[in-house]
């Protein structure tokens, strides 16, 4: 009698973990359906530059000065230096195939998915329910942004260690100990160096405490036994589910310190934007994501802040709904304690990211969602649940939606990722679906201007300024434009103009820079290259452009020989010796120090790697270089005196 027994428990068991083996591979084959086309995409040009492809740091590869870096700088006005790692990692495994890139940022996603799933069930006890709401949470079309766009790596990656964390809560939880504690706190803490919007976490863990984790209510367990808790009172046992947070919550509030300082560049829209139409959009916002759960249409990239322009009676409504829905969440809690949980979850991670510390000019953002629409599906998916526990064929019939409803998202979701194949797909798609988009016209402008459709590039740059005069970047992109077009004092204006908006702004430096080189203003190009490097000493442009200046200029009052190799060696250490051009500076500021045998050996170095890349006509002119330095003659830059442009 025993032994059947066992088999009875056992055999249900087995069953269950082969459900739930099952349940994994649905989940990995789903999330590949719709994301596995990105392996075939390209990088966008918007982040995608200064996170990947165009940051030297990045395409060095991973190694320990790169390692030291990321944790002691701040990578694209973020610390993350997790994200900013795992960057490295790809350029070292995939150079600049954008297909590679993609697949990581499939791969992590692929896993929160599946971590997800089986921190849920194993909160709840809930297989289906949870199996669907991992499943909405893989392909959801607003997903997309945070998948397919190489730059969103950081939502990716923080998503699985937000779920690492959540599962080593639950086993915290169940059976406190000191270990279990530190792990909680271990993988939190790689959280936050991955993205810094996981600051909510701590309050996210404490709505687990009150569902479905019951902490609020019923005694701890320690080592398998129940203490006797009935004389505390409620306040008894919350309060050390509060304190048991802070140190959680220290972490949080150090994250939170260095974003702000790090942030403080792009904090600037702040000031131009009012708090009350900072507050006016928030509200909107959260029912805009709210409705795009439920219709994910016309999504796009970039969408433009509302400013003052939202009707009061929107906003009214927008309240009303939010109030109404905070409002019955509070008096169901009782009975659908998933629902405050799932509704308090959304509204809580949403707070370092609804705008009300406004960074850049968007109005919302699709890869906000990520993470705090998970509660949502929760409550939603629950409370269907509960709502049908008494039609007789309750399970056919939720089966049949789920399904439906899952090919209906996964279809726009592949749709969706379409979309991102490259950047002039990508903006263009933008301009169809929102209106008086600057963002788009800009990067739609700058995809022209590399194709070298020039006056169609002027054309879309000029619309960006146009709807927004304040869109530095548009002034630079026109500026360069304009520039090859050969007029230079329209390019001078916009260069000014872009340095008077961000007047930060390493880029618009170097570029005014060489602008002022062609026309014969050496000295105020210096000014500038020097400023860029102020703001940003390890800027190899800047470095590059002064060494040259500095090394081959025909005045003699402005040659510095010594600064010249400085610069040049430090030019090369920052492009890791893979930009032929610098080997070229390097050699010049060498024989102008007179140290001609360097300089020979450095121009050949150059001409190899110029060869190996295809760059046949800069390998010839190192070897011409080459025939100066033998003869022991430095090397004179004389566009620096008729206006051409220079090296």
């Known amino acids: 009698m025993h032994r059947i027994n066992s088999q009875s428990i056992a055999v249900p068991k087995r069953r269950r973990n082969g459900l739930t083996v099952g349940v994994c591979i649905c989940l990995i084959v789903l999330g590949w359906v719709v994301f596995g086309q990105t392996l075939r995409h390209d990088f966008v040009n ?45 350029c070292q495994l995939y150079g600049l195939r954008a297909g590679g890139h993609h697949f990581t940022n499939v791969l992590f996603h692929t896993v929160a998915v599946v971590l997800l799933f089986l921190g849920l069930q194993q909160m709840t006890g809930a297989l289906w329910r949870s199996a669907f709401v991992a499943a909405v949470f893989a392909i959801h079309p607003l997903h997309v942004e945070s998948v397919a766009w190489v730059a969103e790596r950081k939502d990716v990656l923080s998503g699985v260690f937000f779920m690492l964390t959540m599962i080593a809560y639950v086993h915290y939880a169940r059976e406190p100990s000191i270990w279990r504690y530190l792990t909680v706190l271990f993988v939190f803490a790689l959280g936050l160096m991955s993205k810094p919007m996981l600051v909510t976490l701590p309050f996210v863990l404490l709505l687990l405490d009150y569902w479905p984790l019951r902490r609020f209510k019923r005694p701890s367990l320690t080592q398998g036994k129940a203490k006797t808790l009935k004389s505390r009172t409620q306040a008894h046992l919350i309060t050390p589910l509060f304190l048991e947070k802070l140190p959680l919550i220290t972490l949080s509030a150090v994250s939170s310190l260095i974003t702000f300082l790090g942030q403080r560049g792009a904090l600037g829209w702040t000031e131009q934007l009012p708090m009350l139409s900072r507050i006016n959009n928030a509200i909107l916002t959260y029912v805009i994501y709210v409705r795009q759960m439920f219709w994910p249409a016309n999504l796009a990239v970039f969408y433009p802040h509302p400013e003052n322009r939202l009707p009061p009676w929107e906003i009214s409504l927008a309240l009303a709904a939010l109030i109404g829905i905070t409002v019955a969440a509070i008096m169901l809690h009782k009975n659908a304690p998933y629902f405050i949980t799932g509704w308090l979850w959304y509204l809580g991670m949403l707070v370092p990211v609804i705008g009300l510390v406004q960074v850049g000019w968007q109005g919302h953002a699709d890869r906000y969602t990520y993470l705090p629409q998970i509660g949502l599906y929760v409550a939603g998916t629950w409370a269907v649940a509960d709502l049908t526990a008494s039609w007789r064929h309750q399970r056919i019939i939720l089966g049949a939606t789920a399904l439906l409803v899952l090919g209906a998202l996964t279809w726009n979701a592949w749709h969706q990722t379409s ?42 740059l000029q619309a960006a300024i146009d709807l927004r005069p304040e869109n530095g970047p548009a002034h630079d992109n026109l500026a360069k434009a304009l520039l090859q077009k050969g007029r230079l004092a329209e390019a001078m204006v916009h260069y000014r103009k872009f340095l008077e908006v961000e007047p930060g702004n390493v880029e618009a430096r170097n570029f005014l820079g060489t602008a002022l080189i062609q026309q014969g203003h050496v000295r105020e190009a210096i000014e500038q290259w020097q400023d860029a490097l102020r703001i940003e000493p390890e800027n190899g442009n800047a470095a590059s452009n002064l060494a040259w200046v500095f090394a081959t200029c025909p005045e003699t009052s402005i040659r510095d020989g010594a600064r010249a190799v400085e610069l040049g060696e430090k030019a090369l250490r920052i492009s890791g010796g893979k930009i032929p051009m610098i080997f070229r500076v390097l050699a010049a500021a060498y024989a102008e120090n007179g140290r001609f045998s360097e300089a020979i050996e450095t121009a050949q170095r150059g001409a190899e790697l110029a060869n190996s890349q295809g760059n046949i006509g800069l390998a010839s002119e190192l070897q011409r270089n080459i025939t100066l330095y033998q003869a022991s003659t430095p090397l004179r830059d004389g566009s620096m005196t008729n206006g051409k442009s220079s090296p």
């Open 46 to 90: 918007y982040d995608d530059p200064r996170y990947a492809y165009q940051n030297t740091r990045i395409t060095n590869g991973l190694n320990i000065a790169g390692i030291g870096w990321a944790f002691t700088h701040i990578h694209a006005e973020n610390w993350h230096p997790l994200t900013t790692i795992t960057h490295m990692l790809d």
């Open 419 to 460: 979309y991102w194949r490259d950047s002039e797909t990508l903006f263009t798609h933008a301009l169809t679906v929102t209106k008086k988009n600057d963002v788009a016209e800009n990067n739609l402008g700058i995809v022209l201007l590399q194709k070298g459709q020039l006056d169609e590039a002027i054309s879309r």
